[in-house]
């Protein structure tokens, strides 16, 4: 009887277990990251390191390359693309800057990205809080920038992006696969 009582008691637990993990959504197979300029700058304010302000924040999701072919065939060339997986990528700047000769407020944009094998055109967008690509509307672009694609001899498995100070402000560095495309931030 105390083994039937403990067996029951025990497939309560794993019940009551399992429908609180299904209230909420599983681990996304592309999940989201940021980047910032300064690098890692919340971890180096936290320090008391950081010296300077923030100027970027990028807000993406990291989809994985999983033996498919992706630039031609899962990105296709000449389309629109949300720079990432899931929601479109978000930056936000904490100043003004400036993207090629256009001045850039201070705010939060979508980045979208037209590839092509030997170039990328960058979108600025003023349109947030959208998933995709799905209802992208041209109208709302604020710049497009054009950028050389470099082929990398390491291929990145995890669709990522970073900041590399330049002369004058940033790169914002964008990599998959075998593909490498860095846009200038000036500030």
């Known amino acids: 009887m105390k083994k039937i009582v403990a067996l029951i008691i025990i497939v309560c637990c794993l019940s009551n277990t399992l429908q609180a993990q299904s209230k909420f959504p599983p681990v996304d197979k592309s999940p989201m990251d940021m980047a910032y300029y300064p690098s890692s700058y919340p971890v180096l304010k936290i320090q008391d390191k950081a010296t300077g302000p923030l100027v970027a924040r990028v807000i993406y999701s990291r989809p994985q390359k999983n033996g ?64 995709g690509s799905f209802k992208y509307d041209e109208t709302k672009d604020v710049v497009r920038i054009d950028a050389t694609v470099q082929k990398q001899t390491e291929v990145l498995e995890s669709f990522a992006m970073a900041f590399e100070k330049s002369t004058g402000g940033a790169n914002l560095m964008v990599g998959w696969d075998d593909n490498q495309v860095n846009f200038p931030i000036y500030f």
């Open 68 to 131: 498919r072919i992706i630039f031609g065939d899962l990105v296709a060339y000449g389309q629109v693309w949300r720079l990432g997986a899931n929601e479109a990528t978000e930056i936000e700047f904490y100043s003004t800057v400036r993207i090629g000769t256009t001045k850039i407020n201070k705010g939060r944009y979508t980045l979208y990205c037209i590839p092509n094998q030997d170039k990328w055109t960058l979108i600025l967008n003023k349109e947030t809080d959208t998933w």
